[in-house]
């Protein structure tokens, strides 16, 4: 081999390592450009996730607390009609009394 067809020989040697070097730079670049990818699509689907999580809670909070809130309402609604009934029997009896009251 002549001196010129191994510096051809090494030339060609680098260019092809430099080829090598700049693909596996690309195909580097193009795999962080994927990881990020789908690193944005886990949190995204993370995001969602939870704020679904989040509505159903409230959700059962709200229906829990409403339900509460009936039977507050019905003990309420049980004890004003209680009273009114008490005070319908008990309202001749104050009438007189106070009648009384007056009459001296």
């Given at each position: 081999?002549?001196?010129?067809?191994?510096?051809?020989?090494?030339?060609?040697?680098?260019?092809?390592?430099?080829?090598?070097?700049?693909?596996?730079?690309?195909d580097a670049?193009?795999?962080?450009?994927?990881?990020?990818?789908?690193?944005?699509?886990?949190?995204?689907?993370?995001?969602?996730?939870?704020?679904?999580?989040?509505?159903?809670?409230?959700?059962?909070?709200?229906a829990s607390?409403?339900?509460?809130?009936?039977?507050?309402?019905?003990?309420?609604?049980?004890?004003?009609?209680?009273?009114?009934?008490?005070?319908?029997?008990?309202?001749?009896?104050?009438?007189?009394?106070?009648?009384?009251?007056?009459?001296?």
């Open positions: 081999m002549s001196r010129e067809d191994v510096l051809r020989s090494i030339k060609e040697s680098e260019n092809k390592a430099s080829a090598k070097l700049e693909k596996a730079r690309s670049a193009e795999i962080a450009n994927k990881a990020r990818a789908e690193a944005a699509e886990l949190v995204a689907s993370g995001r969602a996730d939870a704020d679904a999580e989040a509505r159903a809670l409230l959700d059962d909070a709200r607390a409403g339900e509460e809130a009936d039977g507050v309402r019905k003990e309420g609604e049980a004890a004003l009609a209680d009273i009114h009934e008490r005070g319908g029997k008990n309202r001749s009896a104050a009438v007189t009394s106070v009648l009384d009251a007056f009459r001296g």
